[in-house]
């Protein structure tokens, strides 16, 4: 198993950036694919970016290519969610996920972090 805790959520302008991070303890965190999904409230939870074992590949949803970047350090056990350009319709609640296998479900979720883009 592994534990996931996010943190970097903040309220921001729009245009600006954060910096999400997901922290991992457990089983050996390259072992794992890794995402990140947001939720608004009454909205299902959608995907936003996925990043393989090494970090080697990354795929991101339409909404978001070209403004955010995932990346992960193997040597500290963290993923990160670069997030620039921000618009207000990126508020939402971010979760960190995790999963063995590339194409099946994530099985491991964080609390989440609350992202606000004010206009």
């Not at 198993?1 to 965190?29: I, K």
């Not at 999904?37 to 074992?53: D, L, T, Y």
């Not at 970090?55 to 403004?67: E, L, M, N, P």
């Not at 963290?78 to 099946?104: F, H, I, R, W």
Request: hydrophobic residues 35%; charged residues 15%; contains cysteine.
């Amino acid at each position: 198993q592994v534990q996931l805790v996010e943190s970097g959520g903040g309220l921001v302008q729009a245009g600006g950036s954060l910096r999400l991070s997901c922290a991992a303890s457990g089983r050996t965190f390259s072992s794992y694919v890794m995402g990140w999904f947001h939720q608004v409230p009454g909205k299902e939870r959608e995907f936003v970016a996925g990043i393989s074992w090494s970090g080697g590949v990354t795929y991101y949803a339409d909404s978001v290519k070209g403004r955010f970047t995932i990346s992960r350090d193997n040597a500290k056990n963290t993923v990160y969610l670069q997030m620039n350009s921000l618009k207000p319709e990126d508020t939402a609640v971010y979760y960190c996920a995790a999963k063995v296998n590339l194409g099946s479900s994530y099985d491991y979720w964080g609390q989440g972090t609350q992202v606000t883009v004010s206009s």
